[in-house]
């Protein structure tokens, strides 16, 4: 199990120290050598975002690792008299290209019996100047996000090879016991997983082989700590489209279960309308009724959901 005392530290550490590969067997072994008989895989990797880096020259010499905290030291707050300094400087901004690697370990047989361990991978490259369109910014914050900055995006050189950053790990069972009780949280998700259970699929398959929960901290209106989770699907969970609505029996049937196979585990159709919605919703309700028509393609546990959902239903 995850050695509490140092195991943030010591993945900080191993993060730091291991070069990103495709396959990150070196990142996997060094985790898993370490977490005694709990054993790792990677599951889902999601990039496509982002965040704001520092400042360099025009040639990319390093003038700070940081934008906000260089240019609160620059200016004090004067937002003139940074533009004043800096304007025929030639100074850019850089970003981080990212992408947020998800590895799952099962301990437990229930949907939500596993450990989750979220490992970004970073690369420094230049953004923009540091004044789009030779405006000058209202405030930090104008600064740091300008309108037209995507506009304003120069060749993205690379400024350092990319590098692993350590973000978060969770014993999701943990999580779920803490939060079971607490009436300020979406506990959606906590009822996906009860599905998941409930369903043919979690009779045969792992939840943490098909899903992780992308995890959000934040701070409700009392100032207390809550998490936010919302499924994510390591397959495409692909929206069939309108003229599938207006399919009903047998070619309904065939359908879903060619779903569910290209998908690789039963009911794949339904949690991909419970993330996704569009024309699976309108898929579900006729599913539903094909039901009461004595045409009975749905496993009893599975119809069983589907009903629970027709009477309360919910999405993310």
Request: with cysteine; hydrophobic share 40%.
């Amino acid at each position: 199990m995850i050695h509490e005392e140092f195991s943030e530290a010591w993945l900080v550490a191993l993060c730091a120290a291991t070069p990103p590969s495709v396959e990150h067997a070196e990142l996997l072994c060094g985790v898993n050598d370490q977490m005694d008989g709990v054993r790792f895989c990677h599951t889902l990797s999601r990039s496509g975002w982002h965040r704001i880096g520092g400042v360099v020259t025009a040639t990319g010499d390093r003038v700070a690792t940081s934008l906000r905290h260089w240019a609160e030291a620059e200016s004090d707050g004067d937002m003139f008299a940074l533009y004043e300094a800096h304007a025929d400087s030639g100074l850019a901004t850089t970003r981080f290209e990212g992408t947020m690697h998800y590895f799952t370990a099962p301990i437990g047989n229930r949907a939500g019996d596993f450990i989750q361990l979220e490992v970004e991978e970073l690369v420094e490259v230049v953004d923009r100047p540091l004044f789009v369109d030779d405006a000058i910014p209202d405030d930090i914050e104008d600064l740091l996000d300008p309108v037209g900055a995507l506009d304003a995006r120069l060749d993205p050189q690379v400024l350092a090879p990319p590098r692993y950053v350590f973000h978060a790990i969770t014993d999701i069972g943990r999580m779920i016991e803490a939060q079971r009780d607490d009436g300020g949280s979406d506990l959606r998700y906590l009822r996906f997983l009860r599905e998941w259970d409930a369903s043919s699929a979690g009779a045969r398959h792992r939840f943490c082989e098909y899903f992780v929960l992308r995890l959000l901290p934040f701070l409700d209106r009392f100032g207390e700590h809550k998490v936010e989770a919302t499924p994510l699907s390591v397959t495409d969970l692909e929206d069939p489209g309108e003229d599938m609505t207006k399919v009903s029996g047998a070619p309904l049937a065939n359908f879903l279960h060619a779903y569910d196979a290209r998908a690789s585990y039963p009911m794949a159709w339904y949690f991909a309308m419970l993330l996704n919605k569009g024309a699976m919703v309108g898929i579900a309700q006729t599913a539903y009724l094909d039901y009461g028509r004595n045409y009975r393609y749905l496993a009893d546990k599975d119809h069983a959901i589907l009903d629970a959902w027709m009477r309360s239903p919910y999405s993310f």
